[in-house]
């Protein structure tokens, strides 16, 4: 088994300028590794207050690259892997996007942002008490027109679909058919796929012109599992 060491909780100590330069600064800092290129997703990142997102007394770690704890079964993502996920993505203006697990809420925020209102972001999240808590966390910051949906996001979300991009972020036995299925031809597809509490593959699939599915390993990480009918346990 592998894991993440998780900061002891505490009430938070950082002021809002604070919370804003730690955030200017991980944006700067995950330009110059590589992970965040395109102008639209920096300015999300800049933009969204993580810290926000994040239950009171793990704010103050909000800029840390550890994934926290959320109510019910959940985490919120490291900070690089948002960029991780949707460069390879290619996510932008006008898409339409589906995530599989809402956690806190931030993800849904930032591909809202990248989108902008000609496009679409649906997240669905199967833990009802974390489902709450993203739900809340989007409608407090203004991200009502994310249309958040609690259920299992593994079969997709046919009366929306299709998706011209999708990312599941729990890891999941092998890509779950209905995905691939709700993608538009040339879209993209992402999502750690292996074992729990094991290195995973983040898998990337573009759906050709053919409208066969090529399929690539972007790189190795470690997610809690995907839940539901095409993850590892019922819900
Ligand atoms: C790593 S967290 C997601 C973090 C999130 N993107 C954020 O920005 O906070 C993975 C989430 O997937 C959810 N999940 C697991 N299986 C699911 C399923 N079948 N459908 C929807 N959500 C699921 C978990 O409850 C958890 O909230």
């Known amino acids: 088994m592998i894991g ?10 950082k002021t809002p300028p604070e919370f804003l330069q730690e955030r200017l600064k991980k944006v700067r800092e995950l330009e110059a590794k590589g992970f965040l290129r395109s102008p639209r997703l920096k300015a999300a990142m800049r933009k969204v207050p993580r810290e926000a997102f994040i239950p009171y007394n793990y704010r103050d ?9 959320l109510p019910g079964e959940a985490t919120i993502s490291c900070p ?21 697990g ?24 199967i833990d009802s008490e974390t489902f709450a808590f993203a739900r809340d ?3 407090r910051l203004g991200y009502q027109q994310v249309v958040i949906i609690n259920g299992d996001g593994s079969k997709g979300y046919p009366p929306l679909a299709p998706y011209d991009r999708i990312c599941f972020t729990a890891a999941a036995p092998e890509v ?44 190795r990480v470690v997610y809690i599992p995907l839940r539901g009918e095409y993850g590892y346990s019922p819900g």
């Open 137 to 139: 966390n989007l409608q």
């Open 176 to 219: 779950p058919p209905p995905l691939l299925e709700q993608l538009t031809v040339g879209g993209r597809l992402i999502g750690p796929v292996g074992k729990p509490g094991q290195i995973q593959d983040l898998v990337l699939v573009v759906r050709e012109d053919t409208g066969a599915w090529r399929r690539v390993v972007v790189e």
């Open 80 to 100: 690089h892997s948002y960029p991780l996920f949707y460069e390879a993505l290619q996510l932008g203006l006008g898409h339409r996007f589906l995530e599989v």
């Open 4 to 13: 993440w060491i998780i900061p002891p909780p505490k009430p938070p100590t």
């Open 61 to 69: 770690y909000a800029y840390q690259e550890v994934p926290l704890p």
């Open 102 to 125: 809402s956690g806190s809420g931030y993800g849904a925020a930032l591909a809202w942002e990248v989108v902008g209102p000609g496009g679409l972001a649906v997240s669905l999240e």
